[in-house]
């Protein structure tokens, strides 16, 4: 199966868990990560607003709230802008419907940042990913200022497989996160 194909079906699968469903497995996730020492001890996050499914991060954001800063992408052009948010500050519509922080009036660059929560519809256990196909995180990835920065794949177990088809462009994540574990890639 391609890319194409699998993208289709699991987002298809994906639809299919109910608000409940969502809701419980988003929790069990971020109580996988809220137990991670790399996440403990990230201060400033890269995180992301959750649409179509995803892993919701609410619960870490009202959690966490004050004690981290998270940083939220815009989808600028074909490239990814980093706006930091504070708990309790306005979210405004973006593009594809994906909540962005209201005020963009500060951009962070890789340089200020402990870790990278990378949104997933797949993962593989070389830590290969499959995203919704715009290549935002591909390309992030290639950028040499990101290259230190830890990233971790965020995905529901539903979304693990063996071995996921991978392009020439595709990075492999160094760690993935399921509601279930935390899985270490060994060649990382
Ligand atoms: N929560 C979240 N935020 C994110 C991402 C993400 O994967 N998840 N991104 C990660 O890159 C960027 C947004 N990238 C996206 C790329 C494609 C589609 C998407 O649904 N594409 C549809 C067509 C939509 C349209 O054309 O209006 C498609 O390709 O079928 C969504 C987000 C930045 N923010
Ligand atoms: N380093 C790069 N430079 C330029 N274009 C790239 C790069 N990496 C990927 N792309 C382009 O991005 C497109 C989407 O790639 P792919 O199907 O792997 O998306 P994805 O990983 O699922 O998406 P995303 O990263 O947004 O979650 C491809 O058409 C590819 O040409």
């Not at 608000?19 to 001890?41: G, T």
């Not at 940083?71 to 979210?91: E, F, M, Y």
């Not at 951009?107 to 949104?119: A, E, G, M, R, Y």
Request: glycine share 6%; with cysteine; hydrophobic share 40%.
């Amino acid at each position: 199966m391609d890319k194409a194909q699998l993208r289709a079906q699991l987002l298809q699968e994906r639809r299919q868990l109910s608000e409940a469903q969502w809701q419980q497995q988003s929790l069990e996730l971020c109580a996988q990560l809220q137990q991670w020492s790399v996440f403990q001890q990230a201060s400033r996050i890269c995180a992301y607003c959750s649409t179509q499914r995803e892993a919701d991060l609410q619960p870490l954001f009202d959690r966490l709230g004050k004690a981290k800063v998270w940083v939220l992408p815009r989808c600028v052009q074909k490239s990814l802008v980093w706006h930091p948010w504070q708990w309790g500050q306005p979210l405004t519509t973006g593009a594809y419907g994906i909540k962005v922080p209201a005020d963009q009036t500060e951009i962070w660059s890789p340089n200020t940042v402990d870790l990278l929560l990378v949104p997933c519809l797949a993962g593989d256990r070389q830590g290969y990913r499959l995203g919704y196909g715009g290549g935002y995180y591909d390309r992030l990835f290639a950028d040499p200022l990101w290259r230190a920065v830890p990233k971790v794949g965020i995905l529901f177990e539903a979304g693990l497989r063996e071995k996921l088809p991978h392009d020439p462009w595709d990075m492999p994540l160094q760690t993935l996160v399921t509601e279930k574990q935390i899985i270490q890639i060994e060649s990382c």
